[in-house]
């Protein structure tokens, strides 16, 4: 045979010293734990490997939630050969031999290949494209799992080409459920009676946030480390136990939880919720977030959230980024945790931003207003004979310092500031401003005087 394969069809059975998590992994969809959203009974996906009819897809969701196990369930029920690789360790040889083999396959023995490819975003984009031809022409049905956003880690045309399905945490009432089947599966630990109380239970739930591998290694270390019960000879695992085998608790995060968890956290302060923001700034602190980025976040959220309602935001907020950046961790959290209190707390207008965008798309879209004579630079020799700055009112020496003077040739309203905080007196001022100009407008015309606007 010019090509052999390298990969066994089934899943492989896992070795008696593999981790508890690969020994209980599930060999049917009766034993799989969660993500009834797309793989419940009925559900598209579901029905898709059952009937072996499934297109490319790629599996995202956090570690632990289930990605590789339902890839292998997938082994377990297709006709086709089932290749494996790994981004970790896979190179584009690994990939590309993998395809030929799968090509030769086709032709010769009309037989197609899955090609499931774990961590598929540790492949870059290069490598990526490696594929593209393969899935587009048929020769792989491609299964991708991995811990991050699609959308950015992966190349678009392979995006578009496969079916993206996400993949949620677990519940408590999953992770229960796996916890208690470890007692009693044969798989687990034959030789040991093993029994968890409700705060054990209760603890791994909350602790493991919805990482059943995480769950399940926790229970590992418990039932490994714990004496049976002398007489009874039961291993009994308390609360005590479950913190001992789980001494610190992990943030999940990476690029995803980057962006998931700074937009929490700029809409908690927009939300003028002080207790989220500080929440999501803890995550973010615990998950080894630099915390000037976390500073430049909050000047940009004083001056477009807040702006001139509470003005005092912007210069608490780049008071704050420069001394993050003069102290460094682990003080630089009290003086994030003050910013962000304070711009949760004041009072919120993005009028300032909202003006500026306004301007923006008026100068893209339309006309640009050239500079009236009077208002352009006067102070260079020769500029007098351009007719430059003729003309100009200089606002000092008119009462209220309100010249009578217009400063664009076709005027527009782009600030207009909301009742909220010191915007608030901004807004009755431009009315007061307002007013005072109609009354000079309306006294000169009666006296026959050039009007205002002229």
Same mark, same amino acid.
């Given at each position: ?29 009766? &034993? ?6 797309? %793989? ?40 086709? +050969? ?144 714990? &004496? ?6 039961? *291993? ?42 500080? #929440? ?13 980025? *976390? ?18 935001? *912007? ?22 945790? +003050? ?13 300032? #931003? %909202? ?36 003309? /100009? ?10 010249? &009578? ?8 309203? #782009? ?6 905080? /010191? ?8 009315? /007061? ?22």
């Amino acid at each position: 045979m010019l090509f052999e394969d390298t990969a066994a069809s089934a899943a492989p059975l896992p070795a008696t010293n593999a981790p508890l998590a690969a020994r209980l992994r599930p060999a049917s969809f009766d &034993e799989y734990v969660g993500q009834d959203h797309i %793989v419940g009974r009925g559900r598209q996906l579901r029905r898709a490997i059952e009937a072996d009819r499934f297109t490319s897809i790629i599996l995202y969701g956090p570690p632990g939630v289930g990605k590789t196990t339902l890839a292998e369930l997938i082994a377990n029920v297709t006709e086709a +050969q089932f290749d494996r690789l790994s981004a970790v360790s896979a190179t584009v040889k690994d990939a590309r031999a993998s395809i030929d083999q799968a090509r030769y396959r086709q032709q010769v023995q009309d037989r197609r290949t899955v090609l499931f490819l774990d961590e598929i975003h540790r492949f870059n984009k290069a490598q990526q494209d490696v594929l593209l031809p393969a899935v587009e022409d048929g020769t792989i049905r491609l299964i991708g799992a991995t811990t991050e956003n699609p959308f950015f880690h992966i190349v678009g045309p392979l995006v578009s080409r496969a079916q993206i399905f996400q993949l949620r945490a677990l519940a408590p009432s999953d992770i229960t459920s796996l916890l208690m089947r470890a007692c009693d599966d044969d798989r687990a630990f034959p030789d040991h009676r093993i029994e968890i109380d409700d705060d054990a239970l209760d603890f791994w739930c909350q602790a493991c946030e919805g990482d059943a591998r995480r769950a399940l290694t926790a229970f590992e270390i418990a039932v490994l480390t714990t &004496e049976p019960d002398s007489r009874s000879g039961i *291993i009994a695992i308390d609360c005590e136990v479950a913190q001992e085998s789980l001494q610190q608790k992990a943030v999940t995060y990476g690029d995803d939880g980057h962006y998931d968890t700074i937009s929490a956290f700029i809409k908690s302060m927009r939300g003028s919720d002080p207790d989220a923001a500080v #929440y999501w700034l803890a995550k973010m602190l615990e998950a080894g977030e630099d915390p000037v980025f *976390i500073a430049r976040r909050i000047v940009i959220f004083a001056s477009e959230d807040v702006g001139n309602a509470d003005p005092r935001a *912007i210069n608490v907020a780049v008071s704050a980024m420069q001394a993050v950046q003069m102290i460094g961790m682990p003080e630089a959290r009290i003086i994030l945790s +003050q910013a962000c209190t304070y711009c949760a707390t004041a009072p919120k207008s993005n009028a300032a #931003y %909202v003006a500026v965008d306004k301007a923006i798309a008026d100068v893209r879209e339309n006309r640009v207003q050239p500079v009236p004579g009077y208002l352009r630079d006067a102070h260079y020799k020769g500029a007098s004979g351009l007719g430059h700055g003729q003309g /100009y009112d200089y606002p000092h020496d008119a009462p209220e310092a309100l010249a &009578e003077q217009t400063y664009l040739t076709v005027p527009a309203t #782009y600030y207009e500031p909301v009742n909220r905080g /010191y915007e608030q007196r901004i807004r009755e001022r431009l009315d /007061y401003w307002a007013s005072l100009k109609e009354q000079k407008k309306e006294g000169e015309v009666d006296e026959g005087q050039t009007n205002l606007a002229s």
